[in-house]
């Protein structure tokens, strides 16, 4: 096996999509979807739903910069997800062309919130979907998963969602039958962030000039995708990224051990997402949140708001405030709530 030299992980395929290096290609170039939504009036029906979601003002420190959250929540599927299912969807029908629906079999690791999204475009479209996913992934989802059709395959969690990539990749060496979604090198997922999360937080913004952009980090599509957009018309902006204390971008070491915040992370071995790793010198740095603390900002941003916010969204808003605490009151710091949380951490947090 022919591994490239800066490769530490023992577990990596030769040619690992995950360490290939990235290249952005502009929206224009990669998002015209119309032959699949002339194809499938389900992909179009989803995508006119899709996005438009609010940019509001929320909790920040006395005396600092005002934060604005986009809230993601309010997606057709309940997550900032349901942008990246929909592009990777709509790339993989693409490729399909005008052969039958069933004939595609899509596998797609996912930390959660994808394979949610991805399972209810394939009930829709008639897409065959096998989920890779953790084994600590709340049994609400598993359970959705199953009635939507999908098929699941999980992996211990132990060895952190690095393994969880590297088991489905094995999958697809083993049962070329199956295509690898790979959600971290897709161009279309930085794009269509670029697009629509990003193109619809500068008319969000108005007139406001935003002094910090922060984001958690998955695959890295949202961070990346909205700096991109930003920095077109904001190119002093500061980008901050949020990862867990737990497993921080770019951690070296072997991964996985602790639990962390949801869908986020670092993969261990050194290893930097492709699409921020292609964007490291615009990153002034990240801040780390542990899951804990992530969990007791669910609580307190609800107990402050009404409203539910999911862990990364949590650890977003946490990194935000600290952000916004070194900011006079007339900045504003934007950042990205990802999900309104599941069943199972608002009945761990009582609430
Ligand atoms: C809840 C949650 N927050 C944040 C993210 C990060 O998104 P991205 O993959 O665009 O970096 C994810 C990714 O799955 C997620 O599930």
């Known amino acids: 096996m022919t591994v490239p030299s800066t490769n530490t992980d023992p577990t990596a395929p030769p040619d690992d999509q995950l360490q290939r290096p990235f290249t952005a290609l502009e929206p224009e170039d990669v998002l015209d979807f119309a032959d699949v939504h002339k194809r499938y009036p389900a992909m179009a029906d989803f995508h006119a739903r899709l996005g438009g979601t609010s940019l509001r003002e929320v909790p920040s420190e006395p005396g600092g910069a005002r934060i604005l959250a986009k809230c993601e929540w309010e997606n057709p599927n309940g997550s900032v997800k349901d942008r990246t299912a929909y592009a990777l969807m ?6 399909h062309g005008d052969r039958p629906p069933e004939e595609l079999r899509l596998l797609v690791y996912s930390g959660g919130k994808l394979a949610s999204a991805m399972s209810l475009l394939g009930q829709r479209t008639g ?32 060895g952190g969602f690095l393994q969880t990539i590297r088991a489905s990749q094995r999958i697809a060496a083993a049962e070329p039958d199956w295509t690898l979604v790979f959600q971290h090198n897709n161009p279309v997922n930085v794009a269509i962030h670029q697009r629509t999360t ?48 737990e497993a921080p971008y770019a951690n070296p070491g072997r991964p996985g051990g602790k639990p962390t915040y949801e869908g986020s992370g670092g993969h261990g071995y050194g290893i930097r997402q492709p699409f921020v790793k292609a964007h490291d010198d615009l990153v002034e740095g990240h801040r780390h949140v542990t899951l804990p603390r ?27 405030k600290e952000v916004a605490a070194e900011l006079p009151p007339d900045a504003v710091v934007v950042t990205v709530f990802a999900c309104a949380g599941n069943p199972e951490q608002w009945s761990e947090l009582g609430r």
């Open 90 to 95: 709509a790339d993989a029908l693409r490729t």
């Open 127 to 158: 897409v065959r979907t096998r989920f890779v996913l953790m084994s600590s992934s709340p049994p609400s989802l598993l359970e959705k998963l199953r009635e939507r059709g999908a098929e699941v395959d999980l992996v211990p969690a132990e």
């Open 198 to 245: 990003g193109g619809e937080i500068l008319s969000d913004l108005g007139d406001a000039r935003p002094a910090a952009w922060l984001a958690s980090i998955g695959s890295g599509g949202t961070f990346v995708g909205v700096l991109r957009a930003l920095l077109g018309r904001f190119p002093d902006i500061r980008a901050i990224g949020v990862t867990p204390q």
């Open 294 to 320: 992530a969990l007791r900002g669910m609580g307190e941003f609800f107990d402050l708001t009404g409203l539910r916010i999911g862990s990364s969204a949590a650890a977003n808003w946490l990194a935000a």
